[in-house]
């Protein structure tokens, strides 16, 4: 038999077969594949524009400011209404302004362009026009003609001088015949004083009268006459038995003569039958009516009248002695007993007791009449009647006394915790939440008008570390713990700090 070989002979001289020959190794490393820059910066690209457009969908302010300066209230409100803008944070101020009109804008807290939020605070300054109270030297206006009168008028925008042309014979055209100040004279002049000047307008052209007889006939028919004919009239007034107060005794020019328009004629009137003036010291009203009666010419005024000891409508005194001739032309004022108790009107009841048009005022009259009466104010809480305001008060007073006037303080709020009202994340909203600064203006307003607040201040201001609308600070205005459980008087201040980036440097 052939000489058999080994199995493993057959595949290897060495007598090995390939497989178990030693194999050499080399690692496999796969290449890298280099990084897409161009892809990259295209990425970056998107995300920038997606952030950009996220900004200005969601909080970028998108309203335009107008320039307002030269406008007028009328016009911002029409803005604010326009974009919805919110008018609370919209405040005017007002100052005075030679170079403008009463109501234009002089100037605004944000620039025209300026992209602004709808909760946007603004500040504009109205123009009241020139300042009233300012002093204008008044210039020899007698040497002044009518336009340059005007011009002066004009340049120092004076608001209530007038010039008014009438008929002279002695001034010439467009000079002054005569000015008059009304509430201030020419030391003291400012803009807003009355200023009458008359302007000539040469002579009136001339016409004939005929003169008509006027004796015995009320002095308005010859006034009457005189008007309509252009004649000036002298009036000297005496006393006559025979001839009826205000009738005319006797005429310079008789009837039947012809005279010019512009010419003057006298006429003598009757002041009636001379009356001379009794004590009425001690008199009552019904008396001194009694006498008026007989004396028609007396011009009796009773209309004075102060309080006293006195009984009421008893004569105090009077402005003409007795025994003095009266003049039916003077006024005669006689001063009346108001007594000694002052009524109290009820119609103060319910109105605000600061308003100076109201009690107060009332009383400043009373005691400028003598009363010297005081008033008490006595604090009380009520349901029905706003704070500040008027309950009652006594319905009479004796003069000197005192008047006791009780004030409203409002309701007396209980707070207490709502049993369903949550904030944005589900969490129960409680005053005691509010007292430590862990709720939102929205929840806070919440909070108030569940407990039927009307007296809460809300301010803005900005603090680090807090977000925009959460409560800063809460206090009331006497300082007394806020908690549930305690009364709030609704006449007590509650005043909330909202934070607002806005007010950020």
């Not at 002279?168 to 009304?182: G, H, K, L, M």
């Not at 007594?339 to 007791?353: K, R």
Request: net charge negative; glycine share 6%; proline share 4%.
């Amino acid at each position: 038999m052939p000489d058999e070989k080994n199995f493993l002979d057959q595949f290897s001289s060495d007598g090995k077969p390939a497989s178990f020959q030693e194999e050499e190794r080399t690692p496999v490393v796969r290449e890298k594949k280099p990084l897409n820059i161009k892809t990259l910066i295209i990425a970056a690209v998107l995300l920038l524009l997606l952030l950009i457009g996220t900004y200005f969908l969601f909080w970028a302010p998108k309203i335009e400011m107008p320039d307002f300066v030269g406008k007028t209230r009328s016009d911002v409100a029409a803005w604010v209404k326009q974009q919805g803008i919110e008018a609370s944070g919209i405040i005017f101020d007002d100052t005075y302004d030679f170079d403008s009109d009463e109501g234009q804008i002089l100037s605004q807290s944000i620039a025209p362009g300026k992209k602004v939020k709808n909760n946007v605070k603004l500040n504009f300054v109205l123009s009241l026009g020139p300042d009233p109270e300012e002093r204008i030297k008044v210039p020899d206006l007698e040497t002044m003609t009518k336009e340059e009168i005007q011009e002066w008028i004009n340049e120092n925008k004076l608001l209530k001088t007038k010039t008014v042309t009438a008929y002279n014979n002695e001034v010439v055209e467009n000079n002054v015949i005569d000015y008059s100040f009304s509430g201030c004279d020419e030391d003291n002049f400012t803009r807003g004083c009355t200023l009458k000047i008359n302007v000539s307008k040469g002579p009136a052209p001339a016409g004939k009268v005929t003169v008509e007889d006027f004796e015995k006939k009320p002095y308005a028919t010859v006034e009457a006459w005189a008007k309509s004919n252009k004649i000036q009239l002298n009036k000297v007034e005496q006393y006559s038995d025979k001839v009826d107060l205000d009738y005319v005794i006797s005429q310079s020019i008789a009837s039947g003569k012809t005279i010019k328009e512009g010419d003057t004629m006298t006429v003598v009137v009757s002041k009636g039958t001379a009356v001379y003036m009794p004590d009425m010291i001690g008199w009552t009203k019904k008396q001194v009516e009694a006498w008026c009666r007989k004396n028609p010419s007396a011009y009796i005024d009773m209309e004075k009248g102060v309080y006293s000891s006195q009984t009421k409508d008893i004569v105090l005194n009077q402005s003409l002695a007795s025994g003095s001739l009266i003049d039916p032309a003077e006024l005669i004022e006689l001063t009346l007993s108001l007594g000694n108790i002052v009524d109290v009107p009820d119609n103060f009841i319910g109105t605000e007791y600061h308003d100076r048009h109201g009690l107060h005022d009332w009383k400043d009259e009373q005691n400028e009449l003598g009363a010297d009466i005081t008033v008490n104010r006595i604090g009380e809480f009520s349901d029905d009647v706003p704070v500040n305001c008027i309950i009652r008060y006594d319905n009479g007073v004796y003069v000197g006394g005192t008047l006791n006037v009780y004030i409203s303080k409002g309701r007396n709020i209980l707070l207490e915790d709502p049993k369903d009202l949550y904030d944005a994340d589900g969490n129960l909203i409680t005053w005691e939440r509010l007292a430590n600064c862990d709720l939102t203006e929205d929840d806070a307003r919440a909070l108030c008008d569940f407990a039927k607040l009307t007296n809460v201040e809300i301010s803005y201001a900005y603090k680090e570390g807090k977000a925009n609308g959460d409560v800063i600070s809460v206090r009331r205005w006497d300082n007394k713990p806020i908690k549930a459980g305690t009364y709030l008087p609704e006449n007590i201040i509650l005043y909330i700090t909202v934070c607002d980036d806005s007010y950020k440097n």
